[in-house]
Nanobody
Framework: QVQLVESGGGLVQAGGSLRLSCAAS????????MGWFRQAPGKEREFVAA????????FYADSVKGRFSISRDKAKNTVYLQMNSLKPEDTAVYYC??????????????????WGQGTQVTVSS
């Protein structure tokens, strides 16, 4: 079965950087989207970024464009989220997700069947 394991979260000051990793296993991911979502206390889970496993095409939420970068390493079956210029409002639990879905619905959390356990990112002001 598909397993996703996130790592790399932590506490960082505003303006700092973190790199999250998502190790994927359990199947071949050709044709799949790999997504990052986040959920802050009292808020709904929201889309952050996504990448196509095969071609590496990337997609970003407006709130993180220019600051975050998603990438994947096929040899390691791992997806990364490089987060720069972090802001206190980026504080959330970050989740990795994957599924084979149409591009039109990649920003919806409900589109994905497979999720990691999440990793906490806290940005202090």
């Amino acid at each position: 079965q598909v397993q996703l394991v996130e790592s790399g979260g932590g506490l960082v000051q505003a303006g700092g950087s973190l790199r999250l990793s998502c190790a994927a296993s359990g199947r071949a991911f050709a044709g799949y989207y790999m997504g990052w979502f986040r959920q802050a206390p009292g808020k709904e889970r929201e889309f952050v970024a996504a990448i196509t496993w095969s071609s590496g095409t990337t997609f970003y939420a407006d709130s993180v464009k220019g600051r975050f970068s998603i990438s994947r390493d096929k040899a390691k079956n791992t997806v990364y989220l490089q987060m720069n210029s972090l802001k206190p409002e980026d504080t959330a639990v970050y989740y990795c997700a994957t599924d084979k879905i149409p591009r039109t619905i990649i920003t919806r959390p409900s589109s994905y069947d497979y999720w990691g356990q999440g990793t906490q990112v806290t940005v202090s002001s």
